[in-house]
């Protein structure tokens, strides 16, 4: 699917094409309409990255107690705990 967005509203922004896709991961991933993942590819970067982009704008990271009892699991499956 592909967005488009006029010309006169890009404008605009001030924004480069990969500043205005940042942007857009950054608000969607806080909304948690993204998970940090599909945040980080739409935004153009990897996993750390994102997350360093993410601690600079002072966005917390979706990390909940059920987040932490699967890592757990996990874990434990492989052997690790």
């Not at 590819?41 to 917390?60: E, M, N, V």
């Amino acid at each position: 699917m592909a967005v488009v967005i006029p010309d006169e509203i890009f404008s605009a922004t001030h924004l480069s094409e990969n500043e205005l896709k940042q942007e857009i991961a950054l608000m969607l991933f806080s909304k948690d309409k993204l998970t940090l993942a599909q945040a980080a590819k739409l935004a153009g970067t990897d996993r750390l990255s994102f997350h360093h982009l993410l601690a600079s704008r002072k966005i917390p990271l979706h990390y909940d107690v059920a987040d932490l009892e699967h890592d757990v699991k996990t874990l434990r499956d492989l052997g690790r705990l």
